[in-house]
């Protein structure tokens, strides 16, 4: 090999260990993102979207398997939907506080209505972008979250501090209704889980999850268990 080939390939060699440098230190200074959507093309879409904007940490189809990945993996930031199968976003965020209290979360969702936004911060999230909006806003939502601010899209009207200044409503929320554990049963029992199926999701017994049901039916005047999936869905709790 002359002396030139070697030099040239040496060059070569030293480019790409700086390349590979760079890209690293890239990745160390993005931000850490953890991505829950059940729709997998929605969810891969978004990931994609994504890359080369955010370290993707992981992505993953329900609400309790975000919950799991999140305590494991420490994001910096959850980018969820509001209907996740097993445990709607909602509630996820509400034990993100004690979970992981530096980790913010970012609503992308189809629900424009006032009720579901309010309902998203008062829980603790700190953005809400519904799927309409363009990609860059969604960026622009991630920065502005990530400064220490709350973000809301501009689709929506009227802006926030006028939406969180506002009355919960007369009849109260799901929140205001209904225990965590009520919450819990009733998505299950509206994904069509049986009492013993709920009751290995939730590690109780049957008979525990016989009488939330039957206490879920009392308090929101349901007759049968149709009754009870059509107030989950109005609630967001699960997705058509």
Known sequence: M??????TENRVEVQERAKDSEAVS????LP??????QHTLVRHGLCNLLAGHVQLVGDVADGRALLAAVTRLQPDLVMLAIALPGLNGLDVVRQ???LCPHTR????TMHDEPAFVREAFRAGAAGYV????????????????LAGRRYLCKAITPELSTLLSEAAPANGTLADKLTTRQREVLQLVAEGRTAQQAAE?????RKTVEYHKASLMRSLGAHSCAELTR????????GP
């Open 2 to 7: 002359s002396i030139t080939t070697a030099l």
């Open 26 to 29: 890239t990745s160390a200074t």
């Open 32 to 37: 850490r993102v953890l991505v829950a959507e």
């Open 96 to 98: 993100l506080a004690r």
């Open 105 to 108: 979360a970012i609503f992308v």
């Open 130 to 145: 519904i799927k309409r909006s363009p990609f860059a806003e969604l960026l622009l939502a991630v920065q502005e979250v």
């Open 201 to 205: 999701v939730l590690h109780i017994s």
């Open 231 to 238: 107030y989950a869905f109005a609630h967001g709790m699960i």
